[in-house]
T-cell receptor
Framework: GAGVSQSPSNKVTEKGKDVELRCDPISGHTALYWYRQSLGQGLEFLIYFQGNSAPDKSGLPSDRFSAERTGGSVSTLTIQRTQQEDSAVYLC??????????????????FGEGSRLTVL | GENVEQHPSTLSVQEGDSAVIKCTYSDSASNYFPWYKQELGKGPQLIIDIRSNVGEKKDQRIAVTLNKTAKHFSLHITETQPEDSAVYFCAARDQAGTALIFGKGTTLSVSS
């Protein structure tokens, strides 16, 4: 079946412009995550959705970053007034719902191939 | 919040040798510890995971060990092959429903 789909795969923008990155998770996956991967910095957690709500936004680096998820499916990560330090690969992942009786997930995250953002 | 440290950042081995990657975590409430492999241009993929009620888990040439008292866990790859060359990430999660926190990754190079 189809995996996690992200678009665009590459985005070059000028400093100060806004960008939108899209993630289409695996059908039936209620949990959705955004991570940022910068050179030498590993996978930095940004935000987590369970359905349409975001119980954990603790990783968003500034108020220029926001994300939404509608219909429990597609998510959009928006970066306003981009800066050069925003250049990175933005990875989206989704996972299955948790066991009955809990809101948790079973564990395995399925990642997309990422959106590479370059801010000039 | 959780903090995961991973060592080494790079590791070079000869084909057939073993490779070991170590991670430590800070939150004693963490109970789920997966390892992901990322090949060039791809997203990370789960290769093995361990939960806090288990000390060791094996899957063919890979194994993971967990020491909850010391708050560290390790990935062991035996009989390495060139196709094992990739970036490996460890991660930890404190409870179901929260995000995985990843280490900074280890670039493994296996030369033939």
């Amino acid at each position: 079946g189809a995996g996690v789909s992200q678009s665009p795969s590459n985005k070059v923008t000028e400093k100060g412009k806004d960008v939108e990155l899209r993630c289409d998770p695996i059908s039936g996956h209620t949990a959705l995550y955004w991570y940022r991967q910068s050179l030498g910095q590993g996978l930095e957690f940004l935000i987590y959705f369970q359905g349409n709500s975001a119980p954990d936004k603790s990783g968003l680096p500034s108020d220029r970053f926001s994300a939404e998820r509608t219909g429990g499916s597609v998510s959009t990560l928006t970066i306003q007034r981009t800066q050069q330090e925003d250049s990175a690969v933005y990875l989206c992942a989704s996972s299955l719902p948790g066991l009955a009786g809990g809101l948790g997930t079973t564990g395995e995250l399925f990642f997309g191939e990422g959106s590479r953002l370059t801010v000039l | 919040g959780e903090n995961v440290e991973q060592h080494p950042s790079t590791l070079s081995v000869q084909e057939g040798d073993s490779a070991v990657i170590k991670c430590t975590y800070s939150d004693s409430a963490s109970n789920y510890f997966p390892w992901y492999k990322q090949e060039l241009g791809k997203g990370p993929q789960l290769i093995i995971d361990i939960r806090s009620n288990v000390g060791e888990k094996k899957d063919q040439r890979i194994a993971v060990t967990l020491n909850k008292t010391a708050k560290h866990f390790s990935l062991h790859i035996t009989e390495t092959q060139p196709e094992d060359s990739a970036v490996y990430f460890c991660a930890a999660r404190d409870q179901a429903g929260t995000a995985l926190i990843f280490g900074k990754g280890t670039t493994l190079s296996v030369s033939s």
